[in-house]
Every structure is written in structure tokens, then in C-alpha cells.
């Protein structure tokens, strides 16, 4: 019995690892002197977001640039001036709202004249933006148990995907739909200005002919 479940407990700890995403590392890009950088993200509602940048430079640590995140509502969500001081980091964290589901928007904006900055992002999204370590001292869980409750987080983040999905497909062709009936409409009434004009061309015709006794 014990040999069953020690290949039963494999056997998950394998699945949990087949089907929970890799966490993504750091991206790094370059900040032009006097230039903006804007990057995006696609988040769904009910989703906790965690952010840390870091930012340097070749001549001085100073990074002198601003960072804001926002809303697809246009709300700023995190505001952070580091022109006049020497603080070379940052963090942000916030949960997404039902009536804010879209596109969240982080931009870093260079103060230098001359030099560019090298600027690290680390946007974790969902069940990678938990504290496991945190989680498992909390309620005194370790190992396969663990692994399960991140397999658990995993399959409801990737139900939740796969809902979020199915409702802007129902959304896309509810739209599609709306838009084909409009260019049928659009489609009908041109047919019938056309049959019009054409018939009132004709009637002129007949009544030039008539009037010049053509016909």
C-alpha cells in the first residue's frame, strides 16, 4: 500500500511540474537618455500583481527617472519620482478589480541628457506573485503537500484563463455578429439607392426621348 501511494504522490509531484508554468526571469532593456519606455500587460480581474524594477547606469547609480503604472481606467496605480534622490529600486503590488480587467501599462521615463540607463523588470502575475515560503510557514505545509496546493493555485488560474477566454470569444463574435448585420444593412439600403437612382435615370431617358419625339 505504501508503494502505491509513494508512486501516486511521483506521480503528481510530476504533474505538478508538467503543468505549472515556469516562473519567467527578470527582462532587462534599455532606457535612452531623455526617452520614455512603456511596457504591457494583458491581467484579468481577481488577480494579484507584484512588481520590482532596478535601474543603473554606467557614470553613477543615480537613475534619475520616473515610473508609473496604470489601469486600462487611466487610474495610477503606483507613482514613483527618483529624479532628485538615489534610490536605484522599486516595488509595486495591487489585485486587479472586476471593472478593470485589461491592459495594465508600466512606463519609465529618463531625466538624463547623455547617458543611458539599463533597467531590470520583474512582473510577476497570479500564483507567482505569492509568497509561498510565507504561505507554507502560515499553515505549516511542506513538501508534496506544497507541490499540491501550488498544482491546486495553478489549475484554477488556468480555469480561470480558460473562462476569461471562452467570455471575450462570446464577446468578439457577439461583436462580429453586430458588425456583419450593420454591413448587411448598409449592404441593403446601397443595393436599393442604386435600384433607385438607376430606375430615375431611366425615367429621365424615357422623358428626354419622349420630349425630343425619339420615341
Not at 553613477?60 to 534622490?85: C, R
Not at 505569492?130 to 505545509?141: F, P, V
Not at 501550488?150 to 480555469?159: F, H, M, P, V
Request: aromatic letters at 10%; a positive charge; proline letters at 2%.
Amino acid at each position: 500500500m505504501k508503494l502505491k501511494w509513494a508512486a501516486a504522490a511521483a506521480h503528481l509531484v510530476a504533474l505538478a511540474i508538467l503543468v505549472r508554468p515556469e516562473k519567467g526571469a527578470a527582462m532587462w532593456f534599455n532606457l535612452p537618455a531623455g526617452g520614455t519606455k512603456c511596457l504591457s500587460e494583458q491581467i484579468y480581474s481577481g488577480v494579484l500583481v507584484l512588481g520590482e524594477y532596478f535601474s543603473f547606469s554606467g557614470s553613477d547609480g543615480s537613475p534619475a527617472m520616473t515610473v508609473q503604472v496604470k489601469s486600462p481606467l487611466g487610474n495610477i496605480l503606483y507613482e514613483k519620482d527618483h529624479v532628485n534622490n538615489n534610490v536605484t529600486a522599486g516595488r509595486f503590488s495591487f489585485t486587479t478589480t472586476t471593472e478593470a480587467a485589461g491592459l495594465y501599462v508600466i512606463c519609465f521615463r529618463s531625466y538624463r541628457t547623455s547617458v543611458n540607463s539599463t533597467v531590470s523588470l520583474d512582473w510577476k502575475i497570479g500564483i507567482f506573485a505569492k509568497d509561498w515560503d510565507s504561505i507554507a510557514t502560515t499553515e505549516k505545509i511542506e513538501g508534496l503537500e506544497l507541490e499540491l496546493r501550488k498544482l491546486e493555485e495553478a489549475t484554477k488560474a488556468i480555469r480561470q484563463s480558460t473562462l476569461n477566454l471562452m467570455i471575450k470569444d462570446v464577446r468578439m463574435q457577439r461583436m462580429s455578429n453586430k458588425t456583419n448585420a450593420k454591413v448587411a444593412r448598409y449592404s441593403l439600403v446601397s443595393l436599393g439607392v442604386c435600384i433607385l437612382i438607376s430606375a430615375l435615370q431611366v425615367w429621365q431617358l424615357k422623358r428626354f426621348f419622349r420630349n425630343k419625339r425619339l420615341l
